[in-house]
């Protein structure tokens, strides 16, 4: 099931290519330690283009697509390689579904202090198999949008805020009120 973000427009996308340049310019850009070297040359750009005009689906399969995730030599294995152990298969729409949400997030934020707005909300933006109970509390939570925002460029890749609601698959995202 795909992120179902309600401000995902071109305002919004706007907003989330200048949070990601941004974060490339200050040398911040979360680089997953998944990534191959290929893989963290032609991520930045694709994650430029997934906020510009795709989704998250898309940079899942792009990732896919063009093998940007470590591998490893494999003699005898018909494929070649394999991937790294450790690495799991849903790793590619992990990292594109969690980074996307992220800028998402700091794009709505923007939005909602450019537009006079103090609050975003708190909303589930993927239904996920078992719902967390910790997680079920945030939804419909008011958030102020200035320290969502400002947490949110601070605490990058896997690292969290208790104050920001987020967290690998948590299905929750903002939107403006």
């Given at each position: 099931?795909?992120?179902?973000?309600?401000?995902?427009?071109?305002?919004?996308?706007?907003?989330?290519?200048?949070?990601?340049?941004?974060d490339i310019a200050a040398g911040r850009l979360y680089l997953s330690s998944r990534l191959n070297s290929t893989g963290n040359a032609r991520y930045p750009q694709l994650l430029k283009e997934a906020a510009r005009a795709r989704d998250a689906a898309w940079l899942a399969q792009q990732i896919l697509d063009m093998k940007l995730l470590r591998v490893f030599d494999a003699p005898g294995n018909a494929a070649g390689t394999v991937p790294v152990p450790g690495i799991p298969v849903a790793a590619p729409v992990t990292l594109a579904e969690y980074e996307f949400n992220r800028f998402y997030c700091r794009g709505v934020c923007a939005r909602a202090i450019e537009e006079g707005k103090l609050y975003v909300r708190a909303y589930r933006a993927k239904e996920n198999v078992i719902p967390d109970r910790d997680i079920q509390k945030w939804v419909g939570a008011m958030i102020n949008a200035e320290q969502l925002l400002v947490g949110l460029r601070i605490n990058y890749g896997i690292e969290s805020d208790e104050r920001i609601p987020e967290g690998l698959n948590s299905g929750l995202s903002v939107q403006l009120p």
């Open positions: 099931m795909a992120l179902h973000l309600t401000n995902l427009d071109l305002k919004t996308r706007s907003l989330m290519v200048n949070e990601i340049e941004r």
